[in-house]
């Protein structure tokens, strides 16, 4: 399953979207396990959608990478936008990082990402003496 799960773009384990033939996602998420496609909340398996899969009737939607509880991520912080390391422990400041796609998985995509967050902060330019 695991290079199931690959060929399809995402790891085993890794909860995703499921994009109807209509274009719509489905109200639910998913992840592909070793026994195969199941609901990510419940474990439900679902062998016909995971053909659709397969055949291409249907797509993934990744969804942005979230830190499990007790691990680490790169954020900004202060006024100077500084990258700093915060661990994750599902609280509404992890959450309000998340919601504004201020969480990395590494310094270096936080450091890339800092110039666009900044404007769309201030509506002004980065530039490394901000």
């Known amino acids: 399953m695991k290079q199931v799960a690959e060929m399809l773009g995402v790891e085993l384990g890794e909860e995703f979207q499921v994009i109807d033939v209509n274009g719509f996602a489905l109200e639910v998420?998913?992840?592909?396990?070793?026994?195969?496609l199941i609901i990510a909340m419940g474990g439900q398996k679902r062998p016909s959608l995971?053909?659709?899969?397969?055949?291409?009737?249907?797509?993934?939607?990744?969804?942005?990478?979230?830190?499990?509880i007790g691990e680490s991520y790169y954020s900004l912080y202060n006024s100077e936008f500084k990258v700093y390391t915060v661990c994750w422990n599902d609280t509404v400041e992890d959450y309000a990082n998340l919601k504004c796609g201020m969480v990395f998985r590494t310094y270096e995509e936080a450091l890339k990402a800092r110039p666009r967050i900044y404007q769309e902060l201030t509506g002004k330019e980065w530039s490394d003496s901000t």
């Open 50 to 68: 995971f053909n659709d899969l397969l055949r291409g009737v249907c797509k993934i939607k990744k969804l942005p990478w979230r830190p499990k």
């Open 29 to 36: 998420n998913h992840m592909i396990v070793e026994d195969g």
